[in-house]
Every structure is written in structure tokens, then in C-alpha cells.
């Protein structure tokens, strides 16, 4: 019997964006298919600590995360995935904030794949994190990016976000900007990866035709959207139930009748579907499930277990 334990270099290596990505698909179409069991994740002092479980019930396999919080910290997740099988001794343990970004950034992949327009290449990112450059890797995976555009209200993370991603982006040209508004306005997909609390941008502000990734917001009193633009984009969601409950822009759209529970289109529905949700502007609202981290966990078995 073994505990494996797989280091964020080791995890880098293993799985590239692509194949999360195509692994992440398939975890959406099998959750949306009832193939998980996957309880409402705990969350402890408002978020500062969250469980998240995820068990695939044909291969009998079973994730457990555990991480903390903390945006004053770099990285700001620290903890642990655990990787176990029914009949397998051996387990695994990876680095919780490694895999939270590749599942995260692979959920966007996904989303924009389904739902950006074909061609589109102009990217603005609102928020240079942890988060960040698993966001831009993941759209460029699935619509190659011309134009990348960084904004953060530290003007510092968005130069060093530019400067990281330089090198792996070599035909893209990169810049950075301190105003979201103004940054929004020719952008053809958006990524919103911040902790705000209020929306980053009016939905005036951007384009007839684009798509929204939105994955900042996992607690009720977290926005980064603006009601206007969920009230007249097309709006897909990673899990009805985690939304409703954990996303303050949907559950502040909801409460202010610019939304409704019947709008919210989950991403394993969607992805299902004959045809693909259509509408000029497209929304994609992640709080995070389980059920990705399971995804990056089973690529990593295969990799790391004997
Ligand atoms: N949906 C998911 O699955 C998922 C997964 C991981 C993290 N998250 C969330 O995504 C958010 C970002 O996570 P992170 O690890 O990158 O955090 P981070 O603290 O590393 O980075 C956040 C960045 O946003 C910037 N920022 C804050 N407010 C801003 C604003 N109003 N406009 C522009 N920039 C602003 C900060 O300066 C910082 O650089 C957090 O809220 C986190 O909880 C969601």
C-alpha cells in the first residue's frame, strides 16, 4: 500500500491544458448525466476553508479536497487533493492550489469553446492572481488569442501576469490596462477572476457580441457581474444548486427579478444538447465543483499510481 503524494511541478507535467480540458468535458457530461455523487461543498469562517468531495460512481473512485483561503497570502489556496479507489490500496495527494487552477481554468476552456464566437481571439482578463494564467492558457487552448489584455487594480500583477505569460503566448500581443470598463469595450471574451464584491464593469460597457467567464465570486456577498448583463445574456453555469447557493452575482440577479432559476442553463446540459445555447451575449458562472478536481485527480492516478 502507497501514498503517492504529486508536487505542483509534477502536476504541471503530467497534465497539460488540453488534456484537462477534454478531461473536465467529460466530468460535465457525466455530472449533468447523475454519474457523481457530490454533496454541497462545507465551508468554514465565510469561506475560509472549504471540503469538497466528488465520488464517480462507475469507477468507484472518490475525491477529497480540503484548502484554505487567504488573498493576503501567496498563492491564496493552500491544502491537499486526496485521491482514493474502492478496491486499490494506493492513494494519492496532490497540491490543492496546482489542480484548483488547471480544473478551474479547464471549466473555462469548456465554456468558451461551447459558447465564444468561432475565431474569436481578443481576450481581456479582469484580475492577474493565482488564477490568472491557467484562465489565459485555457482560452487560448480552445480559441488561439491574438490580443490578451490585463487589468488588476494592482497595476504590478497585472506587469508580472504579462511578463509570465509572454514567453508561452509567443504570437499574442499582450498588454495591460488599469480600467475595466474601458478595457471591455472591443474585448470578444471576457475572464473575471477576481475577489470583488461589486461588478467590474457595466454590461454598456462591452460589446453586442462576447462571452463572460465569471469564476471570482463563490460566496453570497461576492459580484462580479452586473444584473444587466445576466438579465439579457444567455447564462450557463457550472451547477444549479452550488450557484444558487454560493454565487452572489446570480443569487443578486435572482432577488432583483433580472433573472430567473429557469434561465440558469447548467454546462453538462448544455454541452449535451443538439444545439449549443446561442445569444449574443454568452455568460459562464463558475463557483467551482467537485466534480473538476475528481477530473484532474483521476488524470493524475493514471499518471502517478502503480
Ligand atoms: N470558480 C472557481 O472554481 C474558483 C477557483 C479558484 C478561485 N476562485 C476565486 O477566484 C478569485 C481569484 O482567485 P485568485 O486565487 O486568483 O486570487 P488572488 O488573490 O491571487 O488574485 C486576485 C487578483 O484580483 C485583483 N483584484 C481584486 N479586485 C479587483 C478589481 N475590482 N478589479 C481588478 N482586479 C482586482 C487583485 O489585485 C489580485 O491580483 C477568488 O475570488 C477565488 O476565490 C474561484
Known amino acids: 500500500m502507497q501514498t503517492v503524494t504529486v508536487d505542483p511541478r509534477e502536476i504541471r507535467e503530467a497534465v497539460t491544458m488540453r488534456a484537462a480540458i477534454d478531461a473536465v468535458r467529460g466530468g460535465f457530461v457525466d455530472l449533468a448525466a447523475g454519474g457523481f455523487e457530490m454533496p454541497t461543498r462545507t465551508v468554514l469562517r465565510d469561506g475560509q476553508f472549504l471540503v469538497m468531495s466528488a465520488h464517480h460512481r462507475a469507477s468507484a473512485s472518490a475525491m477529497i479536497k480540503t484548502l484554505s483561503l487567504d488573498f493576503g497570502r501567496v498563492p491564496a489556496i493552500a491544502g491537499t487533493v486526496v485521491w482514493t479507489e474502492t478496491g486499490r490500496a494506493d492513494s494519492l495527494v496532490a497540491d490543492a492550489g496546482t489542480v484548483t487552477a488547471l480544473r478551474t481554468g479547464a471549466a473555462v476552456g469548456v465554456a468558451t469553446d461551447l459558447l465564444a464566437p468561432a475565431g474569436a481571439g481578443r481576450l481581456t482578463l479582469v484580475g492577474a492572481g493565482g488564477q490568472a494564467p491557467d484562465q489565459v492558457r485555457a482560452v487560448h487552448a480552445v480559441r488561439p488569442l491574438r490580443e490578451v489584455t490585463v487589468v488588476d487594480t494592482a497595476p504590478d500583477r497585472a506587469a508580472a501576469l504579462a511578463e509570465t505569460l509572454a514567453p508561452e503566448l509567443p504570437g499574442t500581443r499582450i498588454s495591460t490596462a488599469a480600467d475595466a470598463e474601458a478595457a471591455v469595450g472591443d474585448a470578444e471574451i471576457v475572464c473575471c477572476a477576481t ?82 445555447p446561442r445569444g449574443e451575449r454568452t455568460v459562464f458562472k463558475t463557483v467551482g465543483v467537485a466534480m473538476q478536481d475528481w477530473a484532474i485527480a483521476r488524470l493524475l492516478a493514471d499518471a502517478f499510481l502503480p
Open 195 to 276: 475577489p470583488a464584491t461589486s461588478p467590474l464593469f457595466r454590461a454598456a460597457a462591452l460589446p453586442a457580441r462576447v462571452h463572460v467567464n465569471a469564476i471570482g465570486a463563490f460566496r453570497p456577498t461576492m459580484r462580479e457581474l452586473p444584473d444587466e448583463l445576466l438579465a439579457t445574456g444567455t447564462v450557463v453555469v457550472d451547477e444549479r444548486e452550488a450557484v444558487l447557493e454560493e454565487s452572489g452575482e446570480i443569487r443578486h440577479a435572482l432577488e432583483a427579478g433580472a433573472l430567473t432559476e429557469d434561465d440558469l442553463v447548467e454546462l453538462g446540459t448544455a454541452l449535451t444538447a443538439p444545439e449549443a
